[in-house]
């Protein structure tokens, strides 16, 4: 995370000057892990832009306007979304260690794996509370971890308003098959619907209903 980054300076400043060397082609943006305050996001930005500022002294040529997001993993991000996507170009959801966070489970713990649902009312609220506060600072969000690449999910996500989903290439197919065969007002209805409900076996049974209605394969 940005945390241990930012307790090595030197490891840090490393990183980023190699990031900026290889944006000269303006394809790469930088994102920070793992942000819990506003505090990490602000030394960060100071950091990268003492790395700017050595590299234009060695004249050494870079992405003058790269982008720097952030990705949000835990519960005091996704609370102070608006102020931290403030902050940035671009914010990003990383969906197995929100929900693991939030739901309070280790995934890899047998004895509480169950807990890790996220279908839960409670992730998806918190999603779209992300997604809006975001959009409130005009930033563009999107979607990472194994969430975005559930065939299941992409009717709910797409109503949700995401911008963008990041997956493996071998779920490109599936995603477009799925995400062209919707209407996207229906989508958002699904959405407002999913965010009433009180379980995850409630939103999965909308979805599923909503696949077959529309009669959309997954």
Request: proline share 3%; with cysteine.
């Amino acid at each position: 995370g940005i945390r241990l980054l930012l307790e090595n300076p030197a490891m840090f400043k490393t990183q980023v000057r190699a990031i900026l060397k290889a944006s000269i082609n303006k394809n790469i943006k930088m994102m920070l892990p793992m942000v819990s305050t506003l505090k990490e996001i602000r030394e960060s930005k100071k950091i990268i832009e003492e790395c700017k500022k050595e590299l234009r002294s060695e004249k050494i040529k870079f992405d003058q306007d790269i982008e720097i997001g952030i990705m949000i993993e835990v519960p005091s991000a996704a609370v102070m979304a608006r102020d931290f996507s403030r902050e940035v170009d671009f914010v990003s959801i990383g969906t197995n260690d929100l929900v693991q966070y939030l739901m309070a489970v280790d995934r890899g713990n047998d004895l509480v794996s169950a807990l890790y649902q996220e279908f839960s009312p409670v992730v998806i609220n918190t999603l779209k509370h992300i997604i809006d506060e975001t959009k409130k600072s005009r930033k563009p969000v999107s979607l990472c971890g194994e969430m975005a690449a559930d065939t299941l999910a992409m009717p709910l996500l797409v109503g949700l308003g995401f911008d963008s989903l990041s997956m493996s290439p071998a779920t490109i197919t599936y995603a477009k098959r799925i995400i062209r065969s919707c209407d996207y007002k229906k989508t958002k209805r699904l959405a407002a619907q999913c965010l009433k409900m009180q379980s995850e076996e409630e939103v999965k049974a909308a979805i599923e209903d909503f696949f077959n209605k529309n009669k959309i394969t997954r």
